[in-house]
């Protein structure tokens, strides 16, 4: 069964930068975006960036101009470069690829957690 694996995660100083991967333990067939969400505690998960087949981007409001989001189509990956790292950007990152038809891919993966102290 093919899953996602996100990796990347680290302790990090505020101002600090780091980068962010996911991969498919497997091939997936039509892909149409891939994402990356995050969680920290006592908040509910939140969409924090993704890309479409096509390329096109969106992003959380408070990650603009700081985080970029990547994919490598041949390696059916995504990647989170985070810049300029806040406190407040700690949390567990997930990724999630999206289908043609709009529905995600498996199931949630572990995460790769993001400390990032002041």
């Known amino acids: 069964q093919v899953h996602l694996v996100e990796s990347g995660g680290d302790l990090v100083q505020a101002g600090g930068s780091l980068r962010l991967a996911c991969t498919a333990s497997?091939?997936?067939?039509?892909?149409?975006?891939r994402a990356w969400y995050r969680q920290s505690p006592g908040h509910d998960r939140e969409l924090v960036a993704a890309i479409t087949a096509a390329g096109s981007t969106n992003y959380l409001d408070s990650v603009k101009g700081r985080f970029t989001i990547s994919r490598d189509n041949s390696l059916n990956a995504v990647y989170l470069q985070m810049n300029n790292l806040k406190p407040e950007d700690t949390a567990v990152y997930y990724c999630r690829f999206y289908l043609g038809d709009g529905q995600p891919f498996g199931t949630w993966g572990q995460g790769t957690q993001v400390i990032v102290s002041s």
């Open positions: 497997g091939k997936i067939d039509n892909i149409n975006a």
